[in-house]
């Protein structure tokens, strides 16, 4: 029977939550009985998780569908998944009619019912599954890396802010039930995970529907099954981002100490006009609770828009003088950019490209600069990092902190390098914006 098995290659694009539902999707594949490939050449069925947060990353999807063409001679079969594929539907077919399956997120629950349709030369979509109450929860899950593991504990977003596309391309918001996230959270430990990190679009929202945990309660019991070392979450929304959180991470160990919070502005016009529903003094005082925290030193990062319709030069130095004020240790800054279906599409006073292109490249550089000053602080400390991999060609063990932060270090002479997935202790001695250097130590 197994040269007739049908073979699969999968490639994502987007974010994290579109990672963990490829790893899913797979786990579901092989459970009905697919092999996965690590080429198209070899593969019966091609899987495209697509994402269509910014106009980039969608164009990339279309000059991929455009390369299937020329296979579709060899008889694969091509599935687009994700937010292009829910966002685009049936267009999909008929811009690339070597398609056989287009499914947006909140219809994964399905694919096996999807893969025995497509198996009898039959298009499948899967479009209308939006406003289910049902998460995509598989026991198949294939996770690619044995040490940190991901748990998606709410999928979709409520929350509609001008300019996102997510509310459409994932549907409503669905939490799973706490049970089956813990349960889910002692299986991974069982099996020598150490590093869990709990997803959703907007994890502040987190409902349990048996009505058990909130969410810094479900974070902290995580943070206490056995064998977990390290509890991360992303992504919070400022609005719903209550003390709790800080008073959890503040006092269960295991619970890192980075939190990501995107602000997106900080004029408080902008804000406004994004709905964002917080003003930049709602913000700052959440920040200032993880700072006045006792126990443990947040590490904060955010995301940034510039260029929102209407953002003033005044406004976007607002944003500026944000960076400052907060001390971020990182920022992940997008020029604005039109979303279908998004109310920003119909916001007067567009920003040109290029002006876009300079607010992004003066805010880069200002946070780099804060960042230098930051990262300089950690000299001399010794911090315990996790091992993630080698940069053989520098002859460093490449190790991440609790603080989200990547520290390379040597390992002494005459000692045996730690492996992949192993804890160790590092001193820093040079820094970096991006990065800290240091040695082992023994
Ligand atoms: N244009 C630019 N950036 C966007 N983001 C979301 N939608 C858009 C858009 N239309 C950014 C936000 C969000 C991150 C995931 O992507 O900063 O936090
Ligand atoms: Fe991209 Fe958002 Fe979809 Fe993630 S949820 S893949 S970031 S559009």
Same mark, same amino acid.
């Given at each position: 029977m197994s040269s007739l098995q049908k073979t699969f290659f999968?490639?994502?694009f987007g974010c994290q939550m579109n990672f963990h539902d490829s790893e899913k999707v797979v786990g579901t594949l092989i459970s009905q009985g697919y092999r996965q490939v690590q080429t198209v050449d070899e593969a019966d069925l091609i899987f495209y998780n697509t994402c269509s947060i910014r106009d980039k990353a969608e164009q990339k999807v279309f000059h991929r569908l455009a390369d299937f063409k020329r296979l579709q001679q060899q008889g694969k079969q091509f599935a687009v998944i994700g937010c292009v594929a829910q966002q685009e539907g049936e267009k999909i077919f008929e811009r690339a009619p070597h398609v056989s399956l287009v499914a947006g997120s909140a219809s994964y629950r399905n694919l096996p019912q999807m893969l025995v349709q497509i198996g009898q030369g039959q298009r499948a979509t899967g479009l209308d599954d939006r406003q289910t109450d049902q998460t995509f929860e598989t026991e198949f899950t294939a996770r690619t890396n044995p040490h940190r593991g991901y748990i998606t504990i709410i999928e979709g977003c409520d929350k509609f802010c001008a300019y996102c596309v997510v509310p459409y391309t994932r549907g409503k918001e669905r939490s799973r039930t706490s049970e089956s996230v813990l349960a889910e959270a002692h299986r991974m430990a069982d099996a020598g995970y150490t590093d869990i990190q709990l997803l959703g679009q907007n994890v502040n929202s987190y409902s349990d529907p048996l009505g058990k945990a909130s969410f810094a309660e479900l974070l902290a019991s995580v943070g206490e099954v056995p064998g977990i070392r390290r509890v991360r979450f992303t992504t919070s929304h400022p609005r719903h981002f209550s003390r709790d959180i800080v008073d959890a991470i503040d006092s269960?160990?295991?619970?890192?100490?980075?939190?990501?919070?995107?602000?997106?502005?900080?004029?408080?016009?902008?804000?406004?006009?994004?709905?964002?529903?917080?003003? /930049?003094?709602?913000?700052?005082?959440?920040? +200032?609770?993880?700072?006045?925290a006792r126990n443990k030193t947040f590490s904060i990062t955010t995301d940034v828009i510039v260029g929102f319709p209407g953002e003033t030069e005044a406004?976007?130095?607002?944003t500026l003088t944000l960076l400052d004020e907060v001390g971020y240790d990182g920022v992940f800054s997008f020029k604005y950019s039109p979303r279908p279906n998004t109310p920003a599409l119909e916001y007067a006073d567009a920003i040109s490209d290029e002006e876009k292109t300079r607010r992004l490249a003066v805010l880069n550089e200002k946070q780099r600069e804060i960042q230098r000053a930051r990262y300089a602080k950690h000299l001399g400390d010794i911090m315990e990092v996790m091992v993630e991999g080698y940069n053989r060609p520098r002859g460093q063990v490449i190790g991440r902190t609790s603080q989200?932060?990547?520290?390379?270090f040597s390992v002494p002479p005459g000692h045996a390098e730690p492996a992949i997935g192993a804890y160790v202790n590092? /001193?820093?001695?040079?820094?970096?914006?991006? +990065?800290?250097a240091g040695e082992m130590v023994v």
């Open positions: 999968i490639e994502t269960v160990p295991t619970l890192c100490e980075h939190v990501h919070l995107p602000v997106q502005s900080g004029s408080n016009r902008v804000l406004d006009a994004m709905y964002r529903e917080y003003t /930049r003094e709602l913000y700052l005082e959440r920040i +200032s609770w993880m700072k006045a406004e976007f130095e607002e989200n932060k990547t520290l390379n590092a /001193r820093v001695t040079v820094t970096f914006p991006n +990065s800290l």
